[in-house]
């Protein structure tokens, strides 16, 4: 398994265990990630999500601004 290191919360994103985290994974920088994250005995492990470098986190908020613009 992957290593992972979260580096800060940032939120909640809707109400079904999603959430913003900065991430290390690996030996790699830390990158914004947006995935649901599930308590174990071992502690927080990751599900299905996205991860994100900062460009590509702008580019997508330049995205949504303009679809939600409408």
Known sequence: MIEYRIEQDLGAVGGNGKSLKLVRWG????????????????????????????????ELAGVLAKYLAG
């Open 27 to 58: 030996d790699n920088p830390a990158k914004l990630d947006l995935r649901t994250w599930r308590e174990s005995e071992e502690g927080l492990k990751p599900g299905k999500g996205i991860t994100l470098t900062d460009n590509e986190a702008k």
